[in-house]
């Protein structure tokens, strides 16, 4: 059975830091592209960084320079550290593993 589990969610003023993780269990992990998504109220969900098993990063526009997305092999976990947070990027940020798998998700409310 896959999981997904994020955490490091939660409430930040803008101009702060956030690192969300993503612990996953039941596949091959280090073979396998993770990504991070989020949806925001009334939007659809769209990517906001994806790591290779080679750990080569792809950012959106609107993060890149701001959120760095990296990978632990080892504790099959990946990580969004996200800075200079903007109330635009308030949504609920979901782990996805092999474009595949999803984590419940965890939210990021980021306050003015």
């Known amino acids: 059975q896959v999981q997904l589990v994020e955490s490091g969610g939660g409430l930040v003023q803008a101009g702060g830091s956030l690192r969300l993780s993503c612990a996953v269990s039941g596949i091959i992990f280090r073979f396998n592209l993770m990504g991070w998504y989020r949806q925001a109220p009334g939007k659809q969900r769209e990517l906001v960084a994806s790591i290779t098993s080679s750990d080569f990063a792809n950012y959106a526009d609107s993060v890149k320079g701001r959120f760095t997305v990296s990978r632990d092999n080892a504790k099959k976990s990946v990580y969004l550290q996200m800075n200079s947070l903007k109330p635009e990027d308030t949504a609920v940020y979901y782990c996805?593993?092999?474009?595949?798998?999803w984590g419940k998700g965890t939210l990021v409310t980021v306050s003015s």
């Open positions: 996805c593993a092999a474009e595949t798998y």
